[in-house]
Nanobody
Framework: QVQLVESGGGLVQPGGSLRLSCAAS????????MGWYRQTPGKQRELVAS???????NYADSVKGRFTISRDNAKNTVYLQMNSLKAEDTAVYYC??????????????WGQGTQVTVSS
């Protein structure tokens, strides 16, 4: 099993910043992709940002220019720097890690989620 520990969520005012962290441990083998998703009540969980083993990044259009995903390979940790936060960014944010012994046989692991609330 892979365990994910998330931190960094909280309450901020519009225009403020937060940094989310997610550390992976356990039976990881090789990490092929790490990412952040978010979900609000009544909506499908959506991809916010992801980063691959080859450092290719992908962002949702709604966060481009404001959020930055990065990783620390030595610590098996992924970060999400969130700047210029808006009320519509309010959601539960989930860390995701795709890992396995081979790229063809990967498994997906999820964190428990951390609440981000943007409100004045």
């Amino acid at each position: 099993q892979v365990q994910l520990v998330e931190s960094g969520g909280g309450l901020v005012q519009p225009g403020g910043s937060l940094r989310l962290s997610c550390a992976a441990s356990g039976k990881i083998f090789t990490i092929y992709e790490m990412g952040w998703y978010r979900q609000t009540p009544g909506k499908q969980r959506e991809l916010v940002a992801s980063i691959t083993r080859g450092d290719s990044t992908n962002y949702a259009d709604s966060v481009k220019g404001r959020f930055t995903i990065s990783r620390d390979n030595a610590k098996n940790t992924v970060y999400l720097q969130m700047n210029s936060l808006k009320a519509e960014d309010t959601a539960v944010y989930y860390c995701n890690v795709r890992s396995g012994v081979r790229s063809e046989y990967t498994r997906s692991s999820w964190g428990q989620g951390t609440q981000v609330t943007v409100s004045s």
